[in-house]
Nanobody, 124 residues
Framework: QVQLVESGGGLVQAGGSLRLSCAAS????????MGWFRQAPGKEREFVAA????????YYADSVKGRFTISRDNAKNTVYLQMNSLKPEDTDVYYC?????????????????WGQGTQVTVSS
């Protein structure tokens, strides 16, 4: 069993920054790729970013490329999402997820375990 707990969400003005954290427990975290997704009410969960087990390979959605950075600290069993130059359209609930399959995934069905989500609200 895997537990993922996100934190760091909140309310920020457009142009501001937030850093989300996702702490993992219950599995050998360092062996698996991790991802961040986001979801608005009534919409499908949207891919944001992914990182491989070592932290050397990353992948981003076009909508966040150049503004968001995913990273991980395997010693702390934690993955991060640094979000800069935030826009009102970034407002969503953000989820982290763990992927036990090979490679980076950009679809929600490719991930096995999910956190409970953290709300990010960007005001204009």
């Amino acid at each position: 069993q895997v537990q993922l707990v996100e934190s760091g969400g909140g309310l920020v003005q457009a142009g501001g920054s937030l850093r989300l954290s996702c702490a993992a427990s219950g599995r050998t975290f360092s062996r698996y790729a991790m991802g961040w997704f986001r979801q608005a009410p009534g919409k499908e969960r949207e891919f944001v970013a992914a990182i491989d087990w070592s932290g050397t390979s990353t992948y981003y959605a076009d909508s966040v490329k150049g503004r968001f950075t995913i990273s991980r600290d395997n010693a702390k069993n934690t993955v991060y999402l640094q979000m800069n130059s935030l826009k009102p359209e970034d407002t969503d609930v953000y989820y982290c997820a763990i992927r036990s399959g090979y490679g980076l995934g950009s679809h929600s069905y490719e991930y096995d375990y999910w956190g409970q989500g953290t709300q990010v609200t960007v005001s204009s």
